[in-house]
Each structure stands twice: as C-alpha cells, then as structure tokens.
C-alpha cells in the first residue's frame, strides 16, 4: 500500500537511478502494487458512461466506490493535436502530448508511434522484470496499435518493449505453425502462407519476429483450445477480457494494459452498437477485477486505472453522428477510475485533472518516475 510519504520518497528514488544504463546498476526486483490499465476505449462520452445515461453499472456502482472516480478529465487543446486512439493511448503511456507524425499508413488506418519513453520503457529500466511482465493487450482490428509499447527507432530504450497479446499476434502465430508443422495438405499450407503474408505486410517490421518463448507457449495453449478456426474464441472486446484473464493466469503480469475499443462502431451511425459496447468493457473489467480479487498473486495487491483515450460528440446535425475526430470540445472531456491498496475510497475529485496526469500517477504508483512526462501524479488520489 502507498500513501503520501511513500509517493514522495519513491518518486526521490526512482529519479535517482531510474536512467542509469542497465550495465551501470543492478536493476531490483520489482516488489511493488501491480497496475492494471483498462482503456475504456473507442472513444466515450461521459453521458453514456458516468452520467444519468450511464450503461457502466459495474463501473459507477462497484469499481468507483472502491477508488477515486474523477469526472472531468482533459485532454489538452493543442494545435495539431488529434484527439483519436492511438494518440489518446500514447498520451497514457507517455504522459505527454505532441502531434505524432504518420509513419506510413492508408487512410483511417492511422501509424504512429511514441518519441518518447512509455510506462512499459520506464518500468523495464527501473526494474528486473521479464518482458511477459509488461504487457499490452490489444484489439484485432486495429494492428496499427501494437508499437505502441516503446518509443521510435533510435530511441535508447528501444530495446525495452513489452511482449503484446492479440489476435492479430496469434494468428502470426498459428500460420507460421501450420507452416512449420507441414502436416496439412497443399491448400491449407498454400493458404497459410497467403494469410501469413499479408499479416506480415501489416505488422512493423521490428515486431514479425517471434515473441519470447513464454509467449509462444501462451499461443500454443490458446490454439490447443480454441483451434485453428477461429469460430470458438471469444471476439472483439470479449476477446481482450479472455486474454487478459488468461494472462493474469498464465504470465502474472505487473504491469498490464487492455486497450478496449468496440465503442468505436458506432461511428457508423448505430447508437445501439455504442451502448452496447460501453456495457461490454464494463462487463469486461468486473470480470477482470473479480479474477484479481480472487487471485492471491493480485488480491489486495492490485491497482486499477480505467481511463478512455478520447471522448466522443453527438452532434445531430450530421449524417454520421457521434464522432471525435473534429477536435471538437466534448472529444477531450474524459474521466477516469483509480481503485486499489493506497488509493482513497469513496471519492469523486471535484477537481479538473489532465489524461497527461495518467503516465507520473503510474510511476508514482509503482515506484519509478515518468521523467519526460509533462504533468505531475495527482497526489490526491492516495491515502
């Protein structure tokens, strides 16, 4: 548990050595909370999600009154900044807002990618952590997401990523086995080596490796449960919800995010898909929380950040409403959730706090400092 003695003395020593190339120092164990991100993702308004029109009631009746819920949050009005979710994710991660160049990309199918460290970077040079231990778990539908975990080539900590989970990642891995295997007949290898091409022609180059073996056992367990088909698995955000779980199992991660996103359906015009998917996340996280809470790895060892990578508009006057790449004032008002051993319980912080605040918070948290972040932790979340 951490309170307010503990958030200045940790943040003091992770300034001291956080940065120290890894030959220089004896990297620790790491023995601190572990931290759970929940990327309400998609893009939400805090109509639909903490408001009167709530469709989150694990979420505004269990989860907050565990925690500290914060009902105005903000991302930054800043020229040339997007308010999108990859843009959104990397300001979690970083802690900082800048206007990300497309490294490359067609159209909606946005590529970028951090210039700055990421939480993931920052925890893996302060600590003694296997990669597995720092993971990122991410939608099917957006591969362009799965380097965002560290920062552009060139950048010192680049060798400092963590490992990422999604189905995208296991059907690298399953065609690469059929391949290898050879057992199949010529038209299921024939088509296995098409499907593994154009995923390979859609992954970052630095990531068409293999994963680390521990990984590449998670995915031969899920195959040998799920197969080849992919008919039987859980899809969309119920997909997420059955990694992260299977990875609290399997990997017991410290640090892990889950970047949930199917509210972003309804930017083709279907409120029902919208409600819909905000009470599937919501459903998602109590089923994650109430693994944690019955786990004795996590249990009372866990803290949870639920925050959304952007908001959402519904403006009736246009043909496709509720969109929020207009920039407009209502796709930066956002909100968030803390809760867990040394977070205040029962509070809702009348106060204006910033998405950039999110990245310093965790550092604090876990006992590292964010040091490119550009806001301070919100000291008045602990006890």
């Given at each position: ?121 920052y925890l ?102 799920y197969g ?26 410290r640090l ?128």
């Amino acid at each position: 548990m951490i309170d307010r003695r503990q958030f200045s003395l940790s943040i003091g020593a992770a300034a001291a050595g956080a940065f120290l190339p890894r030959a220089a120092r004896a990297a620790p164990a790491y023995t601190g909370p572990n931290v759970f991100i929940l990327r309400f993702g998609g893009g939400v308004r805090r109509a639909e999600t903490i408001g009167e029109n709530s469709h989150a009631p694990y979420l505004m009746h269990s989860l907050a009154k565990r925690g500290v819920l914060i009902p105005d949050m903000q991302i930054a009005q800043l020229e040339g900044l997007a308010t999108s979710h990859a843009e959104g994710t990397i300001n979690i991660l970083t802690g900082r807002y800048l206007a990300y160049a497309d490294r490359g990309s067609t159209f909606l199918d946005d590529r970028l990618e951090p210039t700055r460290p990421t939480l993931f970077e920052y925890l893996q040079r302060s600590f003694a952590l296997a990669s597995h231990e720092a993971l990122l778990i991410n939608g099917e539908d957006r591969p362009q997401e799965e380097f965002i975990v560290g920062a552009v080539p060139g950048h010192p900590s680049l060798n400092l990523r963590s490992e990422m989970l999604s189905l995208h990642r296991f059907k690298l891995h399953k065609f690469s086995s059929i391949l290898a295997e050879g057992k199949a007949g010529e038209d299921v290898l024939a088509s296995a080596r098409s499907e593994l091409d154009s995923l390979l022609a859609n992954t970052p180059e630095e990531a068409r490796s293999s994963q680390s073996p521990i990984i590449e056992r998670f995915w031969e367990s899920w195959r040998a449960d799920y197969g080849d088909t992919g008919k039987i698995n859980p899809r969309g955000d119920r997909l997420l919800a059955e990694l992260a779980v299977r990875a609290m199992r399997q990997l017991r991660p410290r640090l892990m995010m889950v970047n949930f996103q199917d509210t972003d359906y309804v930017h083709w015009g279907n409120a029902s898909h919208y409600t819909r998917a905000i009470s599937i996340i919501d459903q998602s996280i109590e089923r994650i929380v109430e693994v944690a809470d019955n786990d004795p790895f996590y249990q009372s060892r866990t803290i949870f950040v639920v925050v959304p990578d952007c908001g959402r508009d519904a403006n009736s006057l246009m043909d496709v409403p509720f969109q929020h790449h207009f920039n407009s004032r209502s796709a930066h008002d956002i909100w968030a959730v803390l809760a867990g051993p040394g977070i205040v319980s029962g509070r809702t912080l009348d106060k204006i706090m910033d998405q950039s605040a999110v990245a310093s918070t965790i550092a604090a948290i876990m006992g590292f400092r964010a040091a490119e972040a550009e806001t301070s932790a919100m000291a008045e979340i602990f006890t």
